[in-house]
């Protein structure tokens, strides 16, 4: 099928797999998770990592202090992500979507070689102009990216389903729980436009939880966990 293809893979209802509950907050290793899940269950995988690389980077100067929140994170190395995407590949439905959170620093120095033995496919970017300014040894950083990554065939007709979403997404977090939180009316719209109502929504490093309260919020279900945090449902 083309890109241009109308058809779209019938997913399977949405079930509770091992005794992972859907809809709820999960203390777990990631790839523990992903592992208990079948193949192609779910159109869309989130993916924030809280990279090494990065924090090796920031360990310099002054940097190092200010990231102190980050550095409590379990950090994730190259091989650790690479073992992530592996999985994430398999529970990915045929033209499912995984939005892969990077900053700058990963973008322009290592992306390529996370993905370069995956199948999946970059198809488009957006910029979350977080509205903030941050951190940055020359210009500094105001923004992080989402790439978005599929998994052939590849295909946008029939499977992206909004069309008004731009490339630069303005939404400013009030007050934040979390050091990595992420907006939620901009992972609200990506889900409505790669899923239906119904359709399992995964993410296996959630952090604040903003893709479960999305989810929720258009009438998706939701697997994820992450190594800190409790274990309480979202009702």
Known sequence: MSVFSSE???????VVVDGMRLDSKQCMDGRDLLNRLPNQ???LVFFDPQYRQVLDKQSYG????????RALLSQMTEDVIKEFLV???????PSGHLMLWVDKYILCSCLNSLINKSTLRIVDMITWNKKRMGMGYRTRRCSEHIVVLQR???????????????????EKIGSRTH??????????????????????????AAGSY??????????????????AGDNDGVN
């Not at 050091?179 to 296996?204: F, M, N, S, W």
């Not at 999305?214 to 994820?224: E, I, N, W």
């Open 8 to 14: 779209r893979t019938i997913i399977p209802p949405a």
């Open 41 to 43: 269950c779910t159109p």
């Open 62 to 69: 002054n940097e190092g202090v200010r990231q102190q929140g």
């Open 87 to 93: 999985e994430i590949e398999r529970v990915l439905t």
């Open 152 to 170: 052939p065939p590849i295909r946008a007709k029939g499977i992206w389903q909004l069309h008004n979403i731009p490339d630069v997404w303005d």
């Open 179 to 204: 050091t990595h939180e992420k907006p939620i009316e901009l992972q609200k719209r990506l889900i409505q436009a790669t899923t239906c109502v119904g359709d399992l929504v995964v993410d296996p």
């Open 210 to 227: 903003s893709v479960l309260l999305a989810a929720l919020s258009v009438d998706r279900h939701f697997v994820g966990c992450d190594t």
